[in-house]
């Protein structure tokens, strides 16, 4: 959403703000009260909405950002996945079937995972400069063998080592990956993302903001009123000495009013920061597990990232991913495994070190940041996670968790290269046995 789009939600608050504006307007001519009031209500009125408008379209700006960026990390690891998985010896012919049928099942995998995905397919160049399908998933529109539309050069990034991100209509989206044979890349990974549930989530947010505007102006207005009354009310008590003596309870009467009307402004004011307390809990805790959620724990680690090379003090991130979570979803439901979530969750909180952070990563990953701890501090407090998890008491089954630890002692590393070494970590981890930990440090990667 750029400056130009206004939310229908928005518009529609715009509408009913004008409305009660004139009808305020209209009343306060015919009951003959103070005017001073009303260039007031019409411009605070107006800031409210504007400022509104400009933070659902920031706020959809940001998170279109953050979606871009998780759909480009998805795809690379999806690409290195397909790597691994020996695409480069995929024939057209059909002779390698094993790689196929391995490709196949991992593009079945990530199709159940996440429904936001459409179609995947792997293809390569041609001597002409189009694109040739080499693997497809199953409702994919082209087929092994088959020419892309697109030539290569639509993806010009992907050739060049780069993960491309192209907007097809309102809803889906292209990322294309390279598939590195070595150092060269011998192919494309096409992954066809629907953003409909992204969608659903940022409208969600932003009826959050409509709503909370709302509540603003209702004040505004009802302030408005009250104050026209009180000017209004001590205009009268200036008429005369005696006609106040004569009209000394109507008086009262009115401030009783007055007073109950400034009841029901504090009691809403009361309201609007319980909706904000809401609204803020919302945005940045996790609705299941009750830690922070992605975006938040990214930005905790960013501004301890800098605190820390500021002093010259190391930060460390532990990343862990449960063991055999698919397994425990289709063995014992869903619900175990929410219930597995907020059990683990529940011990990363009560482990959690003062002036740490933790929160989930996404999906059955969590993270937590450790400001100023080395990595001998971190590998202890991983493992120690690492013993509570498993002895934790869960409702279906024990879990474990394999983890990645990495470290940084200076501003050499970005946020994401810390978080990409600790997911290497875990990943090692979880090729070499599960439920344990590995340093990204300790060069067992480059052994590997």
């Given at each position: 959403?750029?400056?130009l789009?206004v939310?229908?939600?928005?518009?529609?608050?715009?509408?009913l703000?004008?409305?009660?504006?004139?009808?305020?307007?209209?009343?306060?001519?015919?009951?003959?009260?103070?005017?001073?009031?009303?260039?007031?209500?019409?411009?605070?009125?107006?800031?409210?909405?504007?400022?509104?408008?400009?933070?659902?379209?920031?706020?959809?700006?940001?998170?279109?950002?953050?979606?871009?960026?998780?759909?480009?990390?998805?795809?690379?690891?999806?690409?290195?996945?397909?790597?691994?998985?020996?695409?480069?010896?995929?024939?057209?012919?059909?002779?390698?079937?094993?790689?196929?049928s391995?490709?196949?099942?991992?593009?079945?995998?990530?199709?159940?995972?996440?429904?936001?995905?459409v179609?995947?397919?792997?293809?390569?160049?041609?001597?002409?400069?189009?694109?040739?399908?080499?693997?497809?998933?199953?409702?994919?529109?082209?087929?092994?063998?088959?020419?892309?539309?697109?030539?290569?050069?639509?993806?010009?990034?992907?050739?060049?080592?780069?993960?491309?991100?192209?907007?097809?209509?309102?809803?889906?989206?292209?990322?294309?990956?390279?598939?590195?044979?070595?150092?060269?890349?011998?192919?494309?990974?096409?992954?066809?993302?629907?953003?409909?549930?992204?969608?659903?989530?940022?409208?969600?947010?932003?009826?959050?903001?409509?709503?909370?505007?709302?509540?603003m102006?209702?004040?505004?207005?009802?302030?408005?009123?009250?104050?026209?009354?009180?000017?209004?009310?001590?205009?009268?008590?200036r008429?005369?000495?005696?006609?106040?003596?004569?009209?000394?309870?109507?008086?009262?009467?009115?401030?009783?009013?007055?007073?109950?009307?400034?009841?029901?402004?504090?009691?809403?004011?009361?309201?609007?920061?319980?909706a904000?307390a809401?609204?803020?809990?919302?945005?940045?805790?996790?609705?299941?597990?009750?830690?922070?959620?992605?975006?938040?724990?990214?930005?905790?680690?960013?501004?301890?990232?800098?605190?820390?090379?500021?002093?010259?003090?190391?930060?460390?991130?532990?990343?862990?991913?449960?063991?055999?979570?698919?397994?425990?979803?289709?063995?014992?439901?869903?619900?175990?495994?929410?219930?597995?979530?907020?059990?683990?969750?529940?011990?990363?909180?009560?482990?959690?070190?003062?002036?740490?952070?933790?929160?989930?990563?996404?999906?059955?990953?969590?993270?937590?940041?450790?400001?100023?701890?080395?990595?001998?501090?971190?590998?202890?407090?991983?493992?120690?996670?690492?013993?509570?998890?498993?002895?934790?008491?869960?409702?279906?089954?024990?879990?474990?968790?394999?983890?990645?630890?990495?470290t940084?002692?200076?501003?050499?590393?970005?946020?994401?290269?810390?978080?990409?070494?600790?997911?290497?970590?875990?990943?090692?981890?979880?090729?070499?046995?599960?439920?344990?930990?590995?340093?990204?440090?300790?060069?067992?990667?480059?052994?590997?």
């Open positions: 959403m750029n400056l789009t939310n229908p939600w928005l518009l529609g608050l715009g509408v703000t004008a409305v009660f504006l004139l009808g305020v307007t209209v009343w306060t001519f015919r009951a003959d009260r103070s005017k001073k009031s009303l260039p007031a209500l019409f411009i605070a009125s107006l800031i409210t909405l504007v400022v509104a408008h400009v933070t659902i379209a920031s706020a959809s700006a940001k998170e279109f950002v953050e979606f871009e960026a998780q759909q480009r990390n998805l795809a690379r690891i999806f690409a290195a996945e397909i790597a691994a998985s020996q695409h480069a010896q995929v024939r057209l012919d059909g002779s390698s079937r094993t790689a196929i391995r490709i196949n099942n991992q593009f079945s995998r990530w199709q159940e995972a996440s429904p936001s995905i179609s995947l397919k792997t293809a390569r160049k041609t001597p002409d400069g189009k694109m040739q399908v080499i693997v497809a998933s199953k409702g994919a529109e082209h087929q092994a063998g088959s020419t892309l539309s697109e030539s290569s050069d639509s993806f010009a990034d992907a050739w060049g080592g780069h993960v491309s991100f192209t907007e097809l209509d309102s809803r889906l989206t292209m990322v294309a990956a390279p598939l590195f044979n070595g150092k060269n890349a011998e192919g494309v990974l096409l992954v066809k993302v629907d953003r409909a549930i992204w969608m659903g989530d940022s409208e969600a947010g932003q009826r959050g903001i409509v709503l909370m505007s709302a509540l102006i209702f004040l505004i207005i009802v302030g408005g009123v009250a104050g026209s009354e009180l000017v209004h009310s001590l205009a009268s008590l008429v005369s000495r005696a006609e106040m003596l004569l009209q000394g309870e109507r008086i009262k009467e009115q401030m009783d009013i007055i007073a109950e009307k400034n009841q029901q402004m504090a009691a809403n004011q009361d309201l609007l920061a319980q904000n809401r609204l803020q809990s919302l945005a940045t805790m996790d609705g299941l597990t009750g830690v922070m959620n992605h975006r938040t724990l990214m930005e905790f680690l960013a501004n301890h990232m800098k605190k820390n090379s500021v002093i010259g003090s190391p930060c460390s991130v532990v990343l862990l991913d449960v063991d055999s979570f698919k397994q425990l979803n289709d063995q014992y439901g869903h619900m175990a495994g929410d219930d597995a979530l907020r059990t683990i969750a529940q011990v990363l909180r009560q482990s959690c070190p003062p002036g740490a952070g933790v929160g989930r990563y996404g999906g059955e990953e969590f993270m937590m940041v450790l400001p100023g701890a080395s990595e001998s501090t971190a590998l202890g407090i991983a493992e120690e996670l690492r013993r509570r998890i498993q002895m934790a008491k869960m409702t279906s089954r024990p879990c474990t968790a394999s983890f990645g630890v990495s940084v002692y200076s501003m050499g590393k970005s946020e994401q290269t810390l978080i990409d070494e600790a997911d290497k970590a875990m990943y090692y981890s979880k090729t070499h046995g599960k439920n344990r930990v590995t340093h990204y440090g300790h060069g067992l990667l480059e052994s590997a």
